[in-house]
Each structure stands twice: as C-alpha cells, then as structure tokens.
C-alpha cells in the first residue's frame, strides 16, 4: 500500500514541476523595434496616373489637296513661326486662280460695255424729250426711251454684281493656292513628321494616310495630365504641390504644381453595352517645376501624388505603431447581424518601451499619409515607441518584456 502511495507521488511531482516551473520561470524579454516618437509634416494627398505631353502642340493638317513637292525640314530641327515648312504641287491651282483672273477681266469689260450703253440710252432719251417737247413724237416713244434707260442701268448693276462675285472667287482661288505652301503656325521642334515627298496631303479631319503632316511642339513646355477620380476631384485644387514619378526615370522625383481643373469628366468607354455604371475621371493638367534636364518625352507614363492638404508640425509615429480595435468592432457586429445596434467604443493604442516592459497608451489619432500617423494625444515627444515586428506587437499584452533591437530613433 505504501508503494502504491509512493508511485501516486512521483507521477504527480512529475507533471507539476514543469507547470511549477512555467509559472515561476520568467519569460525572456522579446525583441522589438523602437522609434522616438517626433514632429514630423504630415501631407494628405491623392495619387493618379498619367502621361507627359506638351502644353504648346500642332498636329498639321493639309487645308488642300495636293502632292507633296518639296519637304524643307527634317524631324527633330528647330522651325521659327512662320518659317516655310513644306510645298504641295501648285499647278492644278495656280491654273484656276488664271481662269479666275480672267473672268475678272471679263466682267470689267463688261461693265465698261454697260456703261457705254448706259450713257446712250441717256443721250437717246434726253433728245427724244426734246422732240416730244416739240410735238414731233408721241407719249409712247418716250416711255419706250425711258424704259431703256432703267434697262441699261439695271444691266449695269447686275454686271458689277457679278464682277463682285468674280472677285470673291478669285480671292478663294489665291487662298487656296497660298495653302499650298505650309508654315509653320508657332515656333519650336518637328517632334513627327509624317508624310514623304510624292504622297498625297489629303484634307480630312479623319485619321486616313496623308491627313497629317507633321507635329510641331514647344519642348520647353513639358507638362503632365494626370486622371482624377471623380471621388478626389473635390480636394484638387489649381496650384497645389504634386510629385511625379516617371515611368522611365522611377528614382527621380519631379515637382510639380496643379495648373488646369477641367469642368467637364472623361468618360471611361467599353462598359456602356454592357450596362455598367461607368467611372469618370478628370484630367487634371500638372505643370513641371523642373525636368532635372531629363530626356523626357510625350505620351511617357507617370504616376502623380497631389498633396491636397498638410498637418503642419505634429506629432507622429509609423503607421504599424498604432492598433486598434476596428477588427473587432466588425465581427461583433457581423455575429449580431446588420438589424442590431452595435455600441462597441473604438479605440487606438501604442505600446511605449517603458524600462523594458510594454507600456499600453490609449491614443487619439488624427491625418495619416502612406507611412505616418498623426498623435493627437496619448503620447509626448521623445518616448519610445514599439513599432514591430508586427507578428509581436499585435500579440503584446501590457507588463510584457521586451528590449529594444534597434536604437530608437531620433526625433526629427
């Protein structure tokens, strides 16, 4: 019986002393990353995407039909504002505004010829009066004389008329056949040029071959139109700060500032068959401050991040830093179901390296951007804040013991 009273105790000594020794053995401090917490600028901001393009572009169109004859430029040579850019063959043209000159011509000699007339009928009426007045002719002869006079001068009339119109055609005729030589409409860079000498320069506004020419641009008028969505069109405004990041040229960043706010949204195109709601941007045109003398070119991919508005001087931590309870505010409120009111209080918390233990501080957050938190209250400048590893700091409970794996930071 002893022996069985014995065996009973060295099985219990047995599984108590690892629980005696849990219990009484302290837990090693765990490692965290700690950062003072400082006053730092922290700006909200709105990002998009766009392209670069040129605020000062021509796209050149042919006004006429024509050949092409002559190209006096070459892409990429420097043009001055109305410096001749190309020729079309002329011919066909230069032979209507000759028929045109003619039938000017024409038509003056016709009004000499009615003038003449004009001045006979006159001089016939005026000796017919006379005779009349002398009783040699009847009433009826003079009426006659009368009406020729106000034929002749109506004939007159229509003549110089039609001289008018003469002109005007003539004038549509040298137009034309000044179109035929092209210059360049402001000054700056062939950036495309799109048509050879032989093709046909075709005047349509439709993108078919040989309805464009070539592109001119202002290169020192580089800007950046970036789309909006309609959700932040509201916090844009002209004149705030914008940072660009350019596909070509990632690690370099560009300033910018906000230059053109359209009225109107670019509709996005592809859904309407389908019935879907359509998402509407606008495209928000950027002026760079400074290209940094970078190869930058239109129609190059950028990303832009607008700073819509700033905290100023406040105190700030890691995003990581700071946790709270909205994660728990969900559930409880999905386990209730949408029908039931849900009053859980939401709170935000830091965790403060307090003498190598977890200190937990209620804090008040305020504006965030990408990577900072702005603390309203909670904290003071100086302290050390836990900011990770995450899989730790979402785990850490107050009293905990932790030691600082890097040196806290300090304050900016």
Known sequence: MKKKYLLWVGLALLFSVPVILKFTRAEPARAVDVEQIAYRDIKLSVLA???LLYEEQVLLSPEVIGKVST???????QVSKGEVLLHLDDQSYRAEVAQQEAAVRQQRISIEQQQLNVANQESQYKRKVELHRMKMIADSVIDDARFAVDGARIELRNSRSRLEQAEAILRQSNERLAKTTVRAPIGGTITALEIKV??????SQVGIAGSSLMTIAN????????NVDEADIAKIAVG????IHTAAYPDMQLKGAVAIIPLSPKQATGAAQSGASLARTYNVKVKLADTHGLSLRPGMTCRAEIFTA???KSLALPLQAVLSNNDETTDVARKKGSRDKVQVKTESWVFINNGGKAEKRVVTVGVSDDSQQQILTGVKAGESVITGPYKILRHLKPGDRVSAATPAATPA
């Open 310 to 312: 700033s905290s100023g």
């Open 198 to 203: 032989g093709e046909t320069a075709v005047a």
């Open 219 to 226: 290169t020192a008028t580089m800007m950046t139109e970036v």
């Open 49 to 51: 995407s766009g392209h």
């Open 240 to 243: 705030q700060e914008v940072a």
């Open 71 to 77: 190209i006096f430029v070459k892409e990429g040579q």
